[in-house]
Each structure stands twice: as structure tokens, then as C-alpha cells.
């Protein structure tokens, strides 16, 4: 994986997973900061019987901003999908820089009546009472990424399974392990914001799958999606730990630095796991000339199938392929795990 030249440029990042639903994105942009939405790769679903035009609506986004990476891919993903329908009208507006910010702008979003509202919130605790306005309101919400908390503050919520990532991160970890006779190992793990519940429940997920092995994290470090933190928590993880057989880090971009630290470190002794499917993340394990032998996913393409779910509530209109009249109240999605033998088929959909 490439090394930034000024870490402290990374911002916040959390990571994705791929879904397919309706007439759904397949991918997600790279890391491109501007506003070329190029990159986005869309599914027009010239062969589902829901992409045929419908009734006109108007979807209000909202998404913290982000120069790079997982969040920047959010929105230009959800741009491009609503770009690829004649009946979306497609409205955004600035989450700002807190909880507190975002709140003032999608109250803003309201009084303008939008059909359905997606949201992917600061914090999905604290924007909670905005989604049961909302709904209140007569406007679905869409709840993307970062859980609201009580399930009458959205009509759908789309989020990546976090417990999915330990599970499928862990049980690489077991395998390799297993393989190489080893029965005691030393497992490091960094982990990303402790205060959200994503975190939290990745790192759960990761220890109750290793325990089922008899394993468990010698040392965890918190770092803060970043890469300049990821090296940080990195650095003294390594220093807690002379020896070490693995180490799980939940984010690709946040492992920019960790992979930093680890070469400046010269440590060789160990295999990492990443998190979310960044695309240098995967052209890093293809070209296994690092400790980086995998990644699982959470991809932002999320965002596109949100997209396409919202136009559908906003229609009145259902899944084609589902049986229920209704699209459905919670998608989880799955989280794959990227090895050296099946990069190529997920390096189109790296961010």
C-alpha cells in the first residue's frame, strides 16, 4: 500500500460493503477528492423492471464532507446513482462539521418537503431525534452507515455488518494460523473510534470468533480512521508487542499509516488484515510485497443502493425481485474477504 508523504491530511474514514438491490451501484469511486464523478460506477438497471421511469421524486442527502477515501466515495457514489434516473431530483446539502451542524441542515432539507431524506449521520445517536421528526413529518428517512437507535427514526437503514467484519477477520487470522501449526499466538489488534458503536461491535466480533479458536487479542489500540493516527497506534503497538503473529486493522485508509509504521519498524514477522476494500489496499495484497495478505469488505456503495431504495419508497414501490409490495425495513450486508486469489474480481470496486 502506498505511504502518503503528510499523513495529517488523511481525515475521517469509516469503512464499507457491497450490496445489490433494485437497480443498485456495483461500485465505488476512488480516491479521487474533487468533484469528478467519473470514478462512480453505476448500475442503470436497463434489465430490472424497476429503473423504468415513475413518478417524480425529490431525494435530500446529507453526508459528512471528506477530501478522500470512504466518505468522499458516500456521496459521489449517491450523486451518480440519482444521475442515472430521469424521475430523481437529487438535493444535498452540507452536513458541517458535527452532529450539531448537520441537524441545522437537514432541518433546512425538511421545510424544503423533499420525498425521502438519506442520511449517513456524524453520530447516529445524537441525529436520532431528527430522524423521528422526520418521520413524523411525513418524510421517510434513510438511515445510512451509522445506526439510529430507535428503528421509528428511519423507513430503511442500509449499514455494513461490523460484527461481520471481526467474524470474517478473524477466522482468516484462525485459518493462516492454523495452517502454519501455530497454537499460541500473539494477535494484535487497531481498532478505530472507540465511541462508535461500529467499533465496537467489529472488535466483539473479532474477539468471540478468536475465543472460539482459543485466541485471543494480545494487545488493541483505538486509532481514529485516519492514517496519521493509524501510524501513531501502530507504532505503539508494535512496542508492546516484540513478537506478533497477526494483526487486524479495521480501516485500509487508517492502515496507510499502520503499514507506515510497521516499515519503519522493519517488522517482517507478522500478517495483517485490512478493513473496508480500499482499491490501494487490494493492489497492495496482489502485489504481496507486504504484511497486508487480506482485507475485508464494507464498501460505499451503500450509498447507491441507497439511492435507488429511497426513489423506490418515494414511488410507492417495492422490490422487482422480492414478493413483499414493500422494499424491506433493514439491509445488513454481508463482509467478504479479499485474498491474493480473488483481488482482481474486487479491484474495480475498490474506493
Known sequence: ?????????????????????????????????????????????????????????????????????????????????????????FKTVEAGADAAAQRAALQTLVSQKPDVIVLLPHDGKELNAFGLE??????????????????????LQIKGDNYGMGVSAATYIITQLKAKNVSAPVIGEIAGMDELELTQERSKG???????????????RAARFTADSGQQEAASLLQALPKMDAVWNHDDDQGIGVLAAISQANRKEFIMIGG??????????????????A????????????????RLIGQGRGMSDLVELQVPKEITLASETITKENAANYLKLGF
Open 134 to 155: 422526520a418521520m413524523q413529518a411525513g418524510i421517510p428517512v434513510v438511515n445510512l452507515d451509522r445506526a439510529f437507535p430507535d428503528a421509528k427514526a428511519y423507513r
Open 295 to 310: 482485507t475485508v469488505t464494507y464498501s460505499p456503495s451503500m450509498a447507491s443502493s441507497a439511492i435507488s431504495l429511497a
Open 1 to 89: 500500500m502506498r505511504r502518503l508523504p503528510d499523513l495529517s491530511r488523511r481525515r475521517l474514514l469509516i469503512g464499507g460493503a457491497a450490496l445489490g438491490a433494485g437497480a443498485v451501484l456495483t461500485g465505488c469511486t476512488s480516491n479521487d477528492s474533487g468533484d469528478d464523478d467519473n470514478n462512480a460506477q453505476v448500475n442503470t438497471g436497463n434489465n430490472n423492471a424497476n429503473a423504468a421511469p415513475g413518478k417524480q421524486v425529490t431525494i435530500g442527502f446529507s453526508a459528512p464532507a471528506a477530501d478522500h477515501g470512504w466518505i468522499a466515495a458516500i456521496t459521489n457514489n449517491a450523486k451518480a446513482q440519482a444521475g442515472t434516473y430521469s424521475d430523481v431530483e
Open 206 to 220: 473479532f474477539a468471540d470468533t478468536l475465543a472460539q479458536a482459543g485466541f485471543r487479542v494480545a494487545n488493541r
Open 276 to 293: 473496508a476494500g480500499s482499491k490501494a489496499a487490494i493492489e497492495a495484497i496482489q502485489a504481496d510485497n507486504s504484511v497486508l495478505k
